[in-house]
């Protein structure tokens, strides 16, 4: 039985972490790690693909239209589907994935920190808001935080399966477009941030996923078709043998192949072949 850890570093563009995560590159380079293209559903919008990465259906199934369209979901989930099989499930994540998956409304009081070890689909999370985000006020937390957060989580209550998504970038990309100085630094940025924790957690004995939710136009936008807003890259970080690197990947096959990696049963719903075959 592996365990794993989903890294989504939100509205990446696959041109930019091809270009720009120099770290992700290099690993790829010296054969550690490997890289496909993956496209989002549609909607490209934020709230639709987070319910999407983990449900295996698209929106047009779950029903999250948009991030006004929020709300537990009625279809198993990764992290039920690993619950279900006494696995231990955490997350560290913008509040939207503990409505998706745990519960709803949010109450930041009852759930910025929740730990429920024996019950619930999420046992082990730490939420953020980013209450009051607009393009002069990014409201986002520092990354080198939230990958301490997931670590800490990792090493606290042994996790069998991990999610982290940071808000940062897409945040950079809705004030400043792709092309420009600011987001080259930002990449690069976080790109650094996040090595040592790759090493860290591969050294504990993780798989690791790194990729996006979906892309993002030079201009700063996603939600609609085509290749800058849904296409983004998968960095995978283990032993099992994938696709031809030509591969597009479908993000709906990212939820069956957690599951596969994992080995736990997929849920019949969830309906896309795994791109990973089980350990």
Known sequence: ?????????????????????????????????????????????????????????????????????????????????????????GAVTHSFWSELFNRAPFDPVRDLEHDEPTSGSINHGRFHTMQGYNLINQATPADSDLFATLTLLTERFGLDYGILHSCTLDSMGHRFGHDCAEMDHACYALDAQLAPFIKRWRNA???????????????????????????????????????????????????????????????????????????
């Open 1 to 89: 039985m592996q365990k794993l850890l989903l890294i989504i570093i939100d509205g990446v563009p696959y041109r930019n972490w091809r270009r720009l995560f120099g770290n992700l590159e290099g690993w790829v380079a010296a054969k550690e790690a490997r890289v496909w293209r993956m496209r989002s559903v549609l909607p490209s919008t934020s709230a639709s693909c987070y319910a999407s990465i983990h449900s295996g259906v698209t929106p047009q199934q779950h029903g999250v239209w948009g991030n006004e369209a929020v709300r537990r979901l009625d279809v198993p989930d990764i992290f039920s589907a690993a619950r279900d099989r006494g696995r231990v499930t």
């Open 205 to 279: 004995g993780y798989e690791v996923i790194v990729t996006a939710d979906h892309g993002q136009s030079m201009r700063g936008h996603h939600g609609g078709a085509g290749e800058d807003q849904q296409d983004f890259a998968l960095y995978y970080f283990g032993s099992a043998e994938g696709p031809s690197k030509d591969t597009l990947l479908d993000q709906l096959a990212l939820a069956p192949t957690i599951l596969n990696r994992l080995g736990v049963t997929v849920p019949a719903s969830m309906k896309a072949d795994p791109f990973l075959p089980a350990d």
